[in-house]
């Protein structure tokens, strides 16, 4: 049952990744561009009601549809990991016009060479692994 | 009926989005894409390599899910849900666009000149390709987030980690479009 809410959840997130074009490269280069409001309207309306439902939640305490508490994990403070590892996605981001959730949206949407993306994204995951301790966080 | 054929417009996009982060809050997870990546390293065994993907991936199961019906998303959405899938961007961009080599601008999806079958013989461009991927997966993990884990979960969690990784993807999306894309295309 929870299986098949979190595959109904994703298929809205699909759908809603290549309907809102979030999932066109375009629609990002244009963002970096700052030609078009559209991605700042997606991000910046799904921030706005998100800021006002995470302090309601907090506020009055309310629970999940299974009446467990709503945890928060706040991030370890830092700044190199955010900035470097930021710099480092924004830059992949913008060529490859794709962050980790479209990727997959793409797949289904018939865009083969969007697997070189995936595996490449995969291997990138890894190095970052292997070198985890080398890094300043 | 018009919204599900036509492209979605910002203000229907982003409260379906705060909506997905809803419900997933209200099934006691947290929104964050790129975790994902990890989870498939371990999966392959990367574990053997290194303790970062030493962890019970069964615990990420649910997230696998998730990516799995984003990728069914995409097929429902872009087969019975699109009539004309072409991306109408700013005509500025699409002219600025077309000088740097990429006809396609405003004609598709997604540019042909990256992601048509043909680039599989193209060897630039397979490289733009694993490239892109590999910053993306790397940067994501050292940051400890995507878009959706930090720009959309953390910043609505008023989170300060979030905002520093958000602005860093910008640094890094300016860099390579005005500076890095100049010499590459």
């Given at each position: 049952m929870r299986t098949l809410i979190y595959l109904a959840i994703g298929i809205l997130f699909g759908i809603t990744m290549f309907k809102s074009e979030a999932a066109s490269w375009f629609r990002?280069?244009?963002?970096?561009?700052?030609e078009s409001f559209h991605m700042y309207g997606i991000i910046g309306s799904a921030l706005v009601i998100g800021i006002v439902m995470v302090q309601l939640i907090k506020r009055f305490d309310i629970k999940s549809f299974y009446g467990e508490k709503i945890v928060f994990n706040p991030k370890n403070k830092s700044f190199s990991r955010y900035m470097y590892g930021g710099i480092i996605f924004g830059l992949g981001w913008a060529l490859a016009g794709a962050c980790p959730g479209p990727m997959f949206t793409l797949v289904g949407a018939g865009y083969l060479p969007i697997l070189v993306v995936i595996v490449f994204a995969i291997l990138g995951t890894f190095l970052y692994?292997?070198?985890?301790?080398?890094l300043p966080h | 009926m018009d919204l599900l054929f036509t492209p979605w417009p910002?203000?229907?996009g982003g409260p379906v989005i705060a909506l997905i982060m809803f419900l997933l809050l209200m099934v006691g997870k947290n929104f964050g894409m790129s975790s994902n990546l990890r989870t498939l390293c371990t999966i392959c065994g990367a574990g053997n390599k290194a303790d970062f993907f030493k962890f019970d991936?069964?615990?990420?199961?649910w997230n696998l899910v998730v990516v799995?019906?984003?990728i069914i998303g995409g097929f429902l959405?872009?087969?019975?849900?699109?009539?004309d899938?072409?991306?109408?961007?700013?005509?500025?961009?699409?002219?600025?666009l077309n000088s740097l080599g990429f006809e396609s601008a405003g004609k598709a999806y997604l540019p042909t000149e990256l992601f048509d079958n043909s680039v599989f013989t193209?060897?630039?461009?397979?490289?733009?390709?694993?490239?892109?991927?590999?910053?993306?997966?790397?940067?994501?993990?050292?940051?400890?987030g995507c878009t959706s884990g930090h720009a959309i979960s953390g910043l609505s969690d008023l989170q300060v980690p979030s905002l520093i990784a958000v602005i860093g993807f910008f640094i890094g999306g300016l860099v390579m479009i005005y500076l890095v894309f100049p010499l590459i295309f």
């Open positions: 990002i280069y244009e963002m970096f561009k700052f692994g292997l070198l985890k301790d080398k | 910002w203000y229907v991936w069964r615990s990420q199961r799995t019906g984003a959405a872009s087969q019975f849900l699109s009539l899938i072409s991306v109408n961007i700013n005509p500025e961009t699409v002219k600025d193209d060897m630039k461009n397979l490289v733009v390709l694993a490239i892109g991927g590999l910053l993306v997966g790397f940067g994501a993990r050292y940051a400890g």
